[in-house]
């Protein structure tokens, strides 16, 4: 199936600094792409949809300033966390849309483990 | 928006018996129902998916049934073992489905096999 990796798996940052988490399909092209934030035991949230060559669509209350979104090629989406505070520490997951011969499919990355000190 | 209410929060069977996961979704809109399992440390993995114009849907001891009216759909595993144990999720997407939007999941049921 297509595979979907993230990088890094895990970082410890400072308070005040950015950080970017990268997100890529490996063996087909994405035109969508989705990020997930995931707090403890709890459920995913959608954050915000990322489409190719276009602004990203954030959902409801999720500030766009804050987290930022590029999705430069058909194989890279990056979010930076910028300013990051102890309260964005989470799991962020993404995933890629793939055409598997007759619909679309969602498939997810490892996420990456953001913990902010 | 979309609501998933998911059932139980925690699931405890015996190896060899049956799992049933249930979830309700609010927007009548909603036509794409996945189900994912999550390990600990780990993205979802989609374990099985059905769409609104199907009402039952299985692959060999999974089996995922869809209620449109009553909107609630439902996971069925069977003949459990001990790695099924893991958090699944069930979600919903409005449109035409599949990878061109976003899901809105269920708080998740963790699923304990017992030996």
């Known amino acids: 199936g297509a595979v979907v990796s993230q990088h890094p798996s895990r970082v410890i940052c400072k308070s005040g600094t950015s950080v970017k988490i990268e997100c890529r399909s490996l063996?087909?092209?994405?035109?969508?792409m989705f990020w997930y934030r995931q707090f403890p035991k709890q459920s995913l949230m959608l954050m915000a949809t990322?489409?190719?060559?276009?602004?990203?669509?954030?959902e409801q209350g999720v500030e766009k300033d804050k987290f930022l979104i590029n999705h430069a090629s058909l194989t890279l989406s990056t979010l930076t966390v910028t300013s990051a505070h102890p309260e964005d520490s989470s799991f962020y997951i993404c995933?890629?849309?793939?055409?598997?011969?007759?619909?679309?499919?969602?498939?997810f990355g490892p996420g990456t483990r953001l913990t902010v000190t | 928006g979309e609501n998933v209410e998911q059932h139980p929060s925690t699931l405890s069977v015996q190896e060899g018996d049956s799992a049933v996961i249930k979830c309700t979704y609010s927007d009548s809109a909603s036509n794409y129902f996945p189900w994912y399992k999550q390990e600990l440390g780990k993205g979802p993995q989609l374990i099985i998916d059905?769409?609104?114009?199907?009402g039952e849907k299985k692959d060999q001891r999974i089996a995922v049934t869809l209620n449109k009216t009553a909107k609630h759909f439902s996971l069925h595993i069977t003949e459990t073992q001990p790695e099924d144990s893991a958090v699944y999720f069930c979600?919903?997407?409005?449109?035409?489905?599949?990878?061109?939007?976003?899901?809105?999941f269920g708080k998740g049921t963790h699923l304990i096999i017992q030996p």
């Open positions: 979600a919903a997407s409005i449109g035409s489905g599949g990878g061109a939007d976003g899901l809105t």
């Open positions: 990322s489409n190719e060559g276009s602004k990203a669509t954030y």
């Open positions: 063996d087909f092209q994405a035109t969508t």
């Open positions: 995933s890629a849309t793939a055409w598997t011969g007759w619909k679309d499919e969602q498939y």
């Open positions: 059905i769409r609104s114009n199907v």
